[in-house]
C-alpha cells in the first residue's frame, strides 16, 4: 500500500496569516494540492490519502473528498509533530508499504511527478524525492522500513535527513516550480 501523507498544519509565521486559507487563482492554497491528490488517488487501487491539520476547515474538505484527516493539535510545535500525527493516523504499516509526504505549500506540483514518485515504491527502494537541477525537494517518499526514524524526528525537522542517511533516488521535475514553497505574500503570484 502506498499512503500519502498530505501535510496541511504549518503555522505561516513567515507569511503573516495562514497561507494555506489565503486564496490563489481561485481557491485557498491547500486546495490546489488535496484537488490533485485527491484526483490521483481515486485512480489508484493501491494508494490512500490522508491529511493532517489542525485546521478544522481542512479537515472537513479532506472528509468531502474521501480522504482520511487527521487533527494535529501540537504542529505549531514544529514539523515532526505533524508527520508523527499523520504516521498515527496510517496506523500499521506492512513491510512492502510507502510513505508518501506532501506539503500543502506547493501549488503547482503536479499529478504527473506525484506518480513518478508512487511508481519509485518498489522493493528495495529506501526513499525517494522530487528535485530539480541537484536539489533535492518535496514531496518525499520513504519505505516503510524507515518509519522509525520518521516517528523519532523532533522539533521543525522533516524527513530530510532520514533521506540522506539512506539511498535516496531522485525523480527529476519538468519545471523547478513545482518546488517552490509558498512562504510569503509575493510568493502567491502565479
Known sequence: MKHIIYLAAGS???????????ELEGKPLYRHG???LSALVSEKDDCGLTVVSCYPEIRDAARALGARAADSPESKKGLSYTIRAGLDAVGTLGDGDFLLFVVADQPWLTAKTVSRLLGRAQPGVEAAC???DG?????????AALAPEL?????DHGGRGVAHRHLCET??????RELCDVDAPEDMIP
Not at 505561516?12 to 489565503?22: A, T, V, Y
Open 151 to 155: 516517528w523519532e524526528l523532533t522539533g
Open 135 to 143: 536539489r533535492m525537494g518535496n514531496p518525499m517518499l520513504f519505505s
Open 12 to 22: 505561516s509565521r513567515r507569511f503573516g496569516e495562514n497561507k494555506l486559507l489565503c
Open 171 to 176: 525523480v527529476q521535475v519538468d519545471d523547478p
Open 130 to 132: 522530487a528535485a530539480y
Open 34 to 36: 488535496l484537488d490533485m
